[in-house]
């Protein structure tokens, strides 16, 4: 395979391509749906093909074929390069892409449990025992729908530099979707998990899943309502990663910031309170994002983006590197062979402090403790709103009765000003993440305490 796709990149150097990538891929995936005991879709799937990708005086051309022969690469070179050539007679600013080193490299899963060799009855069984169990849980629980799916791919990345890169990638996620009805109060939640193995159900086992979404979902049945206005408020390891990725993170991306978000040109500047230091890292194994390189060839980092207040980085492709003078970052994801790679986020996190839970607490006389988050969006502009699924009132500095239905606003630079104290825990959330293609990441981080946030309903 090697020797056929340089022979296909030879022939587009030698039609006078500044450069060219092919991504080949092999995919296995399963994909299950349950609902109320009941399996309502099973999808077993074998998929292979290639994604082409050409750049011609500054333009890109891409195309895709279904098949790896040499002769059906060469004309799906050839229609790239064509796509280029015309697109490059009527573009306004040439692209230029970061110079990298070429790379050669063989890069193994980090699955423990290869979910290929995982039968389907055994998966089946895993997700109708967690319905099974929330039904059991308590009478009040009266809707279990769980989406699973595994995704074993082996990618090939070969470049006209003379990058050959191969890469196994399996990803293993679970999405649980709760709902109850008590008193006349319908309240849900949501569970979702991912790794990199089928050993997800021996770590989180159906128990611990079923457990965990029934409770918050009974939790919200008897909780009060929350005040509004604005409040302090300590915010769990999941809702920090929320605001870590969807509040700063997507800010952060390149192409993004390029497109007007709040941050353009604040680089170097203070943006945020001292305590406050954010990072999107490729190389974190537990995390979901973990690519060692990404889908332009380029090896994955540890990037800041914000250190101590100050932003320090984005995250950027070959293309926004060149665009803005700094280096590439490993950024450049696609969803699959079909599409080009776009800049992703991989593990998006707050850094961890120096502070117990319990010194979190102190001091707040009147406040909410957030522990989960049911849904969230961000805005070029800064502006976020987030949903949370679990959270409890603080009164002085203990925790008080659970409430529901709660969401909270703000802007993110006026927020991440108000971060007061980080906590010394650490917690990694696992899913996925939609910016025109799907890609999983994780996001995390320690409790935070703000001094102040805007409280409402959901």
Known sequence: MKDVLFSVLSSLTNKGAEYGEIRVEKTNKTLITTRDGLVEAVTSAKEMGAGIRVLVNGAWGFSVSSSLKKEDLKRAAESAFKMARASSRNIKEPVRLAEVKAVED?????????????????????????????????????????????????EIIATTEGTYIEQKKDYVW????????????????RDELGTHGYELFDIETPEKISNRVSKRV???????????GRFPAVIGTDIVGVLAHEALGHLCEADLTLAGSIIMGKLGQKIASDVVTIYDDALMEEGFGYIKYDDEGVPGRKTILIEKGVLMGLMHNRETAAKMGAEPTGNARAQDFRVPPIIRMRNTCFERGDYSFEELLEG??????????????????????????????????????????????????????????????FGLECGRCGKGQSAFVSSGGPHLRVKEITIGGY
């Not at 939790?219 to 309502?225: M, P, Y």
């Open 174 to 189: 679970n999405y649980c979707w709760v709902t109850g009805v008590g008193n006349g109060i319908m309240a849900s939640a």
């Open 218 to 228: 009974i939790q919200q049945l008897e909780a009060k309502t929350p005040k509004g």
């Open 364 to 425: 707040i006389k009147f406040g909410y403790y957030l522990e989960a988050f049911r849904g969230g969006q961000a805005n070029l502009d800064g502006t976020f709103t987030v949903g949370v699924q679990s959270a409890f009132e603080i009164v002085n500095g203990e925790l008080g009765e659970p409430v529901r239905n709660l969401g909270i606003s703000g802007n993110t630079l006026e927020t991440l000003a108000k971060v007061d104290a980080c906590g010394k825990d």
């Open 106 to 154: 063989k890069v193994g899963s980090l699955a423990k449990k290869d979910p290929t060799q995982v039968e389907i009855s055994e998966k089946l069984s895993n997700l109708l025992e967690i319905d099974r169990l929330s039904f059991a849980y308590d009478p009040r629980i009266k809707s279990v729908t769980i989406r699973y799916a595994d995704i074993s791919t082996n």
